[in-house]
């Protein structure tokens, strides 16, 4: 490679870079965005004592035998008086005093009812003296690894990936392509290969920054665990950077217009959203779309993630989704070379 060409691959490299930095938008949607949407699942599925449901019984002894148990806060009312507390929600269940027994009064389509139920039911037989045949207690674990919260930050990080890299290679080309400016570059000796691979490499310079603050802030915040191979985690992002960058590469070969554009990342990205697992598993759909589901490019890197995050996986055990991820790295890109309208 002569001069010329190792000086104008890295001229149209730091270009890339300087004008991702110009605008605010993406520097927010790639950097902020995550750590924003990180803080309010953090938030929201954070480690918390079990909840403590509000019950009432129409005699003191029953409202003494529930408030035994301490998963429920119990307080005595007479049946009409817990009929309203039922209905206006201050209350999940009325045990009722009956010449039989107990009678049970819940809306059964309300978890927490339900939940309450069998707690009210089980406070109350044990205040009678029942005795389980079998002993048995409970041993509560609260490991990372484990929580809501590690699971989903592969699935961001997966997520955040994809968006920035075909969002801003995407958008980049078909800019240029309405400003007219392809015209000048295909007109240069620059070859074309050059030209489509400052694309690629301006992704890892931004990757770097990219992770570093996610994973970090994933890291410091939360606890997330890196169970594997530091080396092998970014190895999977470069990868999986690569591959959605060659996907934005052949999305925005074609396309004439930002609304073409935008319209087509869309179309391409929303079924990863869906279905591959960024905030569920994907093992949920049904086993007739699961083939599918495990040749998206987001669910291989969700995958592989989660996997060495998670599991301390190494790349030879997450073969199959590291493959999958480099198949959608080199058919794109060299299809998008070969499709690509300079026009």
């Not at 295909?186 to 890892?204: D, I, K």
Request: hydrophobic letters at 55%; charged letters at 15%; proline letters at 6%.
């Amino acid at each position: 490679m002569n001069k010329l060409t190792e000086s104008s691959l890295y001229q149209l490299t730091a270009t890339r870079f300087r004008l991702f930095l110009r605008e605010p938008e993406a520097i927010f949607w790639v950097f902020v965005f995550p750590i924003i949407l990180a803080v309010g699942l953090g938030i929201a599925f954070r480690n918390r004592p079990a909840d403590v449901l509000p019950v009432a019984a129409t005699t003191p002894q029953l409202t003494q035998a529930l408030a035994a148990d301490k998963g429920l806060t119990a307080r005595t009312l007479d049946e009409a008086a817990g009929a309203r507390a039922l209905a206006t929600g201050a209350i999940q269940l009325l045990a009722i005093q009956t010449p039989q027994g107990v009678d049970y009064k819940y809306d059964d389509t309300n978890p927490d009812a339900r939940i309450a139920r069998m707690l009210a039911d089980r406070a109350i037989q044990n205040a009678a003296g029942r005795r389980d045949p079998v002993p048995a207690q409970n041993r509560l674990i609260h490991e990372t690894g484990a929580r809501y919260i590690d699971f989903v930050v592969p699935g961001l990080l997966g997520m955040n990936l994809m968006g920035s890299a075909i969002w801003s290679l995407g958008f980049a080309i078909v800019e240029m392509r309405q400003k007219k400016l392809l015209k000048r570059m295909v007109a240069s000796p620059m070859p074309r290969w050059q030209y489509l691979a400052s694309f690629l490499l301006s992704r890892l310079l931004m990757l770097v920054i990219e992770l570093v603050v996610f994973l970090g802030f994933a890291r410091i915040a939360f606890g997330v665990p890196f169970r594997g191979s530091l080396w092998d985690l970014a190895f999977l992002c470069l990868t999986a950077s690569l591959a959605f960058s060659a996907l934005g590469l052949l999305i925005a070969s074609r396309a004439k217009t930002m609304e073409a554009a935008s319209g087509l990342m869309n179309l391409v990205m929303m079924p990863m959203w869906i279905l591959s697992g960024v905030f569920f598993s994907a093992s949920r759909f049904p086993s007739v779309v699961q083939p599918l589901v495990r040749a998206l490019p987001l669910t291989a890197a969700i995958d592989a993630l989660r996997g060495n995050m998670l599991q301390g996986m190494t790349l030879s055990q997450l073969a199959l989704p590291v493959l999958t991820l480099l198949a959608w790295l080199f058919i794109p890109f060299f299809v998008a070379l070969r499709i690509f309208r300079w026009r």
